[in-house]
Every structure is written in C-alpha cells, then in structure tokens.
C-alpha cells in the first residue's frame, strides 16, 4: 500500500514537474483567450446595451480587470458617452465580472492614455491577426478592428475559429 | 356580442398605457412648463435645425446628421459599424415610443456632439420636428 502511494506520489510529481517546464516554457510561450463562448444566460440587457453601438464582444476576450474599467469609464468610451442607468449598469457589470473569469491573462491598458483596455491591442489579438495588411484593415467591407463580424461572422457567439474566417473583398 | 366589447376594452387599456410618440412630447411639454414659467411652446424648425446643425464641440466637425443619415427615413451606422435604425417614426414605428430609451439617447448623443446635455426646450423641439417627418 506504502509502495503504491509512493508510486503514486512520483507519478504525481513527475507531472507536477511536468507541468511546471511547460508552465515556465508556457510563459514565453504565446498566450491566447480560449473559452470565448458567450453563455446562453447571457443577460438582454447585456446584448442590447453593449451591441448597440458595436458588437456585443464576448466577454472573455477580456480579462474582468479590463471590464471593470470598461465598466468604470462609460462616460468616456472611446470618444462615446456610452453612460447607462444604475440598474442596467450593475446587471452588466455582474455578468462581464462573472463570464470573463475564464480569462486569466494579465490587463493590457491601451497605448493610448486615458482610454480603457482595448481588445485589439492585446499583444495575442496583434499576434493572431499579423498576416492582415494594413490595406486589408481598412477596406470599407472590414472598417477595423473594432469589426470583429466582418471576417468572424460567428464573433457575437464566441466563434473566431481559423477555419471560419472569411475576409471580404 | 360581449366578447367583441372586452377585446375592445382591452385593446384601448394597452393603447392607453403604451407611449406614443405625441404622448412623450407631451411628458416634455409638461417638464419644460415645469422648469420655465415663461414656456411659449416647441418649434419644430428650430428641431430640424438641431438635427442639421454641425459642432465643433467634440474636437471634429460633427451633427446629429453623422452617424443617423442625413435623411432620417434612412438608416445610419455607428462609428463601430453597427446599423441605426430610421429615426422618424414614419419609418421606425417604435421610434420614440419608449421615454427611458429617448432619455438614453439624448443624454448620450448630446454629449457625444455638442459636449453638453440637451435641454428640454430642444428635446421637444426636435421630437416634434421628427413626428411630422414624412
């Protein structure tokens, strides 16, 4: 019994270990947000209010740092009064607060000062769309980078899968 | 004979608590009677002239006519590409049918290009200007 636990117990550090080099690796290693599904329980006022002006972003692209100071500066939103009622406000704040959680990756303020977090200036959304020229960016079909719908058409569900991609002429 | 008058009554106690555009107007006309004694009553050429008008206040030229199309029986599109609906109500029926959502938008949009809130004065001149819009 003694010699299974210990068996046990080095198998169990051998992983541990490892799992601790691909860790280490994994920090210089690309990073990326994976759970981007919006749930089914995905509030009204969350898809109406935040999909309004733009698409209604999925929740983990961000992590709930950014979302709180999303959530903090709507009276100063990129140049927008994007302001709500308390109410509404609070209902937001809880499910971005509680849906972004699957994304652990550290808060990236803007370059830009005195605006909030923005997505496409992640280092992994710089990394995942650098084979996109700077003349593909701005076509009338696509906008920018704000536009996820133009070549992700799945994009307000959380699909952004390679395979899916389609950018238009 | 009796089911036709319930369905009947029903259908004016819904209307009657449904908003209308001319029943918002009137929320507004009773709210700038309320803030100014001296309330001679909304223009609507003074609320198209809103619509039209182009401020510099947000730093680049800008007017209502920017993102909502400068023909409000048309559709507009938002700095982030997403599609607005007709503003008159000629061509949104639920366009100002719903004072929290008008509030929003005012509060919001003013902002957005006169860097100010809108007064109630203006708010009833434009709805009254859009209502007639055809």
Not at chain 1, 99 to 122: D, F, M, Q, W, Y
Not at chain 1, 127 to 136: L, N, P, Q, S
Not at chain 2, 108 to 130: H, L, M
Request: net charge positive; with cysteine; charged share 25%.
């Amino acid at each position: 019994m003694k010699a299974r636990a210990c068996s046990l117990a080095l198998l169990l550090m051998a992983l541990g270990a490892g799992f601790a080099v691909a860790g280490d690796d994994g920090e210089k290693k690309y990073k990326r947000p994976k759970q981007l599904s919006v749930p089914l329980s995905a509030p009204k006022v969350w898809s109406a209010e935040c999909g309004s002006c733009h698409i209604a972003y999925p929740p983990g692209l961000l992590p709930p740092a950014a979302w709180k100071r999303q959530m903090d500066t709507l009276n100063k939103h990129y140049g927008s009064n994007a302001t709500l009622d308390a109410a509404d406000e609070q209902a937001i704040r809880d499910f971005l607060a509680a849906t972004s959680t699957v994304n652990r990756l550290p808060l990236e303020p803007s370059p830009k000062a005195g605006e909030p977090p923005r997505i496409s200036t992640t280092a992994w959304f710089i990394r995942k769309h650098d084979e996109v020229r700077a003349d593909v960016w701005r076509r009338k079909s696509v906008g920018s980078a704000a536009n996820c719908v133009a070549c992700h058409a799945g994009a307000e569900k959380g699909d952004f899968d390679d395979d899916r991609v389609q950018i238009p002429k | 004979m009796k089911y036709p008058l319930i369905a009947l009554a029903c259908l004016l106690a819904g209307a009657a608590q449904a908003e209308t555009p001319a029943g918002l107007l009137k929320s507004y006309e009773q709210q700038a009677r309320q803030e100014n004694p001296k309330f001679a009553g909304f223009s609507a050429g003074r609320g198209k002239a809103l619509y039209y008008s182009q401020s510099q206040a947000s730093g680049k030229s800008m007017s209502c006519t920017t993102c909502h199309s400068a023909d409000p029986k048309k559709a507009g599109k938002t700095p982030a590409f997403r599609k607005i609906e007709p503003l008159a109500p000629s061509a949104q029926a639920d366009r100002f049918t719903d004072m929290k959502k008008v509030e929003k938008w005012f509060r919001r949009n003013c902002d957005d290009v006169f860097k100010r809130e809108c007064t109630t004065q203006e708010k009833g001149d434009f709805v009254s200007w859009i209502i007639t819009v055809k």
